[in-house]
């Protein structure tokens, strides 16, 4: 057990440089010298117990070798670079070390990054939608810069052998954008600044098994949500995504899926029961989306900040509901209850098709979603609104006495919550999402446009008049844009710096507004 241990170390020391080398250049584990033919250049110098054992063999490689080699079908090739989308075109020779039959693939990035807000209401992560702060104060009018090195990532996918049709396989994945005991950028701070950068905590951000046969995929535990199909549709930008007006998240869930591949198209189809959007239901959120592949037209896709592959056109369709139920008394059992809904839409265009990265090549991007009670499945999405109480419960007391409501407000922000009249209500929203991306050798130049617009928002201000509401900070309306330049200059290294713009208008009409640039730079294995 110890020599197993042992090798497996060597294995993790060794594959990021080993994973540089052409797969082609791969000997095979059989091929491989014994201890006593003198040094193994370039290989693994496998400890002589480990060399007499018959019941052992440990192979570094890579997933586009052990396909070549006929050690990997080609089911389970493509089943591989779909869990790996979000790590692009170096899933297939991204390091991976074989025990026995057992597949092992490590992934990730290394990153440092920049950035300059010309207002003081962001860190390193945008945030997606926080609620921008009007010009005339400190914080409004007075700029941050943050270095950080938060997002580094770290993922390890593993793949059983396959057993009477049935594949299992895993996924784990961690950065360190974890939640923090505080927040440096609050007046005044509750955590001192170089404990939050300097010693981040580490977050999950995927912790999936996966059973496979030919009928069905079943997938328990915490990756992307149904909803946008997720990862297939992550726009290009250098920062981190769950971006302005963009459906992004993670959850815990038990879902089914398949893939019906016909050669010149496929369709997937998956439904899902995940975490419920409010912490005491006892209803889960229900997922379930369409997405329509094109296998003959393709086009380069950059995913986010670090991916780049090859990706047919497509469209999907997606929708989610849920039911909230919050207490209207803190004596007895009485309770309301509201329906959440959403349907949205996602396209891919290869406009200039590819086969291949090198060449010019240009991808439109779309997203647009509408529906009610859903704001969770933004980042950050609150607009501003308050949870507020129902009409049967008496105002809040005043400060020290403590609100006995409080208990009961269990759910976030920008979901529900009690209206000006004090009934129970969802809060509508709906965006837009448009991007492209114009691929040429190793550049990449990209550009993405968002709005996202609530009729109702306002209603949500815990009983303040219209006024007033500017200075509760609840706002209604925002649009955002950003243009990214990437390049990879040397192999597993990219760098890029993006220009993003936030207007944000409140329910009584000032505008509020943040300029952001951020420089990113990674790398890559």
Do not use: C
């Not at 241990?5 to 095979?28: C, H």
């Not at 009007?134 to 941050?144: I, K, N």
């Not at 290294?493 to 509020?512: C, H, M």
């Amino acid at each position: 057990m110890t020599g197993r241990v042992a090798s497996l170390f060597a294995a993790l020391a060794l594959v990021p440089s080993l994973a540089r080398s052409e797969a082609a250049a791969v000997e095979p584990a059989d091929q491989q010298p014994s201890a006593s033919s003198g040094t193994n250049p370039g290989g693994v110098v496998v400890p002589p117990k480990i060399q007499e054992r018959t019941d052992f063999q440990l192979t570094l490689t890579t997933l586009e070798a052990l396909r070549k080699k006929g050690m990997m079908t080609e089911d389970e090739y493509n089943a591989a670079l779909r869990d790996l989308i979000s790590v692009g075109q170096r899933a297939a020779t991204a390091p991976t070390f074989v025990v026995g039959r057992f597949v092992t693939t490590l992934y990730g990035y290394l990153e440092g990054d920049v950035i300059h807000d010309t207002q003081r209401v962001t860190l390193d992560s945008y945030g997606g939608h926080p609620t921008l702060i009007l010009p005339g104060s400190q914080r409004g009018d007075t700029g941050r810069t943050v270095f950080s090195s938060r997002g580094t990532r770290l993922g390890i996918r593993f793949a059983a052998p396959e057993v009477n049709s049935i594949r299992v396989r895993a996924n784990f994945e961690m950065d360190f954008v974890g939640n923090q005991p505080g927040n440096p950028g609050l007046g005044p701070p509750t955590q001192g600044e170089a404990s939050f950068l300097d010693n981040p905590t580490p977050r999950i951000r995927h912790a999936l098994l996966q059973v496979d046969n030919p009928i069905v995929t079943v997938w328990i535990g915490q990756t992307w949500n149904v909803m946008a199909f997720a990862a297939a549709y992550l726009p290009t930008s250098v920062q981190p995504q769950g971006l302005p007006g963009q459906l992004f998240g993670r959850n815990p869930q038990v879902r089914l899926s398949h893939l019906f591949d016909a050669s010149a198209f496929s369709v997937e189809v998956a439904a899902a029961a995940l975490r419920p959007p409010q912490f005491d239901a006892e209803v889960p959120d229900l997922q379930a989306g369409i997405k329509f592949n094109i296998n003959g037209w393709t086009g380069v896709q950059s995913i986010g900040s670090t991916a780049t592959t090859i990706s047919p056109a497509s469209i999907a369709v997606t929708g989610a509901t849920r039911n909230i139920k919050m207490a209207t008394s803190t004596t007895t059992n009485a309770r309301d209850s509201v329906q959440g809904n959403v349907i949205a839409v996602d396209t891919f265009i290869p406009v200039v098709p590819a086969k291949e990265r090198g060449g010019l090549a240009l991808s439109l991007i779309a997203e647009g979603a509408v529906g009610t009670g859903f704001g969770d499945l933004y980042t950050g999405l609150t607009g501003g609104a308050n949870i507020g109480r129902p009409a049967t419960i008496a105002a809040a007391p005043v400060a020290p006495a403590v609100d006995p409501y409080t208990a009961f407000q269990d759910i976030d922000a920008g979901i529900a919550g009690f209206n000006r009249s004090g009934k129970l209500d969802t809060i509508d929203w709906r965006n837009l999402l448009v991007g492209a991306q114009l691929s040429y050798g190793k550049v990449i130049l990209a550009g993405n446009f968002s709005s996202v617009y609530s009729d109702n928002v306002n209603q949500f201000v815990g009983g303040l008049i219209p006024a007033a509401a500017s200075v509760a900070g609840v706002w209604n309306h925002q649009s955002w844009w950003n243009a990214n330049l990437i390049v990879d200059p040397w192999p597993g290294v990219r760098l890029g710096i993006e220009f993003a713009r936030t207007l944000q208008r409140r329910a009584a009409g000032p505008l509020a507004n943040n300029s952001r640039v951020f420089f990113g730079s990674f790398f890559l294995f």
